[in-house]
């Protein structure tokens, strides 16, 4: 079976009897902290994931007080 060797890895994974199943989540947990820091420091040319996300927030709030200003006039 291709799925045999996953499973011997789950199994010899340390923690079985004190924790169960959430001796996964230091794995998963570090795995998130190693994808936020690439998603904010990582640069494809001039441009991060944190600059996108940043400019588009910039732009959404612009747009709601244009909206609401606009609205009350």
Do not use: C
């Not at 996953?6 to 924790?19: D, E, I, R, S």
């Not at 640069?43 to 400019?55: D, L």
């Amino acid at each position: 079976m291709r799925i045999g060797w996953f499973h011997k890895l789950v199994n010899k994974w340390p923690g079985k009897k004190v924790f169960g199943m959430y001796r996964f989540l230091p794995m998963f947990f570090v795995l998130g902290a190693a994808l936020e820091y690439s998603m904010i420091n990582w640069k494809v040319g001039e441009v991060s994931f944190y600059n996108t996300f940043k400019k588009r927030q910039a732009k959404t709030i612009v747009e709601d007080k244009i909206k609401k200003y606009s609205t009350v006039v």
